[in-house]
Nanobody
Framework: QVQLVESGGGLVQAGGSLTLSCAASGRSFSGYPMAWFRQAPGKERNIVAA????????YYADFVKVRSTISRDNAKNTVLLQMNSLRPEDTAVYYC?????????????????????WGQGTQVTVSS
């Protein structure tokens, strides 16, 4: 059974930092794209950042560009999202996602419909 388990969310003051972690089990995602999405109440699920299977290419949504870093450790089957200078509008549930296609491909999916496996989400709340 494939599982993605997020951790590292919580309550933080504006201007603070958090590092979200996603641990995959049940299969290896080494070589496959992985991503972070977020969803605020009443809003769509949006891409935050994505990384190709080998880690050579990354994508960041405009609202987190410069403030965030996505990375992965294929040996540990994990992906991290470091977020700095957090703002109240970053408050959302953050989801880890993994693709079962595009093995070591230069193509980097950014749409939620392109990802096949999802974690349960971790809440990030930024207070002003």
């Amino acid at each position: 059974q494939v599982q993605l388990v997020e951790s590292g969310g919580g309550l933080v003051q504006a201007g603070g930092s958090l590092t979200l972690s996603c641990a995959a089990s049940g299969r290896s995602f080494s070589g496959y794209p992985m991503a972070w999405f977020r969803q605020a109440p009443g809003k769509e699920r949006n891409i935050v950042a994505a990384i190709t299977g080998g880690g050579s290419r990354t994508y960041y949504a405009d609202f987190v560009k410069v403030r965030s870093t996505i990375s992965r450790d294929n040996a540990k089957n994990t992906v991290l999202l470091q977020m700095n200078s957090l703002r109240p509008e970053d408050t959302a549930v953050y989801y880890c996602a993994a693709d079962r296609e595009n093995y070591y491909s230069p193509y980097l999916p950014v749409g939620p419909y392109e990802y096949d496996y999802w974690g349960q989400g971790t809440q990030v709340t930024v207070s002003s």
